[in-house]
């Protein structure tokens, strides 16, 4: 019993300590993406600054408040379902950058955690990081480079594929053997639960084509169909306020 404790508390830390891993690698090349383009646009702004890290606050608030509400989807077993906490996390990045739209991703699922706990020993919690992350990251890199309507559209396409293609491969090679390591349970079992609503599921691979696949590219669509309506009313108000800002620092800056 003793040994067996101790190996699934070692267990768990090891999937901790992988998380936090994980979340450094992806906040590292945000930080290095953004300070690539901002020196190619030649844009002089510090890439966190105050009003930027309240707004991260603000933003992966909201996120964690959506990550709550949670669907369940009819052709994916019950332990995947819809949210749409990426949408303050996309909104956020288009605003404030790569770096933003990670530092929300993570702040909503420690906030979540803090408010709801975890069900899944924090798989489904790393899986809700790294894959909105994977969908975060390309979107709000590629609109960097030219912050048009067009290139939005462009931009949340290119991250919406990402998104499936990295989160479906992702929960193949990942996440679903790390679940059942984790619960002790076989994948056998796992695949079953697919395999009870959709007949063409009898594998790993079936079970990440017909349920994870289609999960993340519906995400993906509503999730930037939305943003894409707010983010045209709310961007005016964010410019307006960032203006502000740097007016007021300049003054302080020119005094020293």
Known sequence: MNNGLWSTLVENAMFALESVVIAVILTAVAYAAEKFLKKKNGDEERILTTRKIAMIGVFAAIAAVLMLFE???????????LDFSEI?????????????????????????LFMKGTSTAFVGDLANFVVGCSFILPSSIIYMFKK?????????????LCMTVFGTMFNAVYLLPAFA???GMPLDTIV??????NSSITSVTTLVVFAVAPMNLLK???????????????????KTASVKTKAAAKPQAEGK
Do not use: R
């Not at 048009?148 to 919406?160: D, I, P, Q, R």
């Open 71 to 81: 669907f369940p989807l009819p052709f994916a077993p019950s332990f995947y379902e």
């Open 88 to 112: 303050p996390a996309l909104v956020g990045a288009f605003a404030f950058g790569p770096v933003a739209g990670v530092m929300i991703e993570f702040c909503k699922v420690v906030l979540k």
């Open 181 to 183: 390591k984790l619960y």
């Open 192 to 197: 079953g639960m697919g395999t009870a609503i």
């Open 148 to 160: 048009t309507k067009k290139n939005a559209v462009l931009s949340c396409t290119a991250g919406t």
């Open 220 to 238: 993906g669509g509503s999730v930037s169909l939305i943003t894409m309506l707010i983010y045209k009313k709310l961007s005016p108000v964010l």
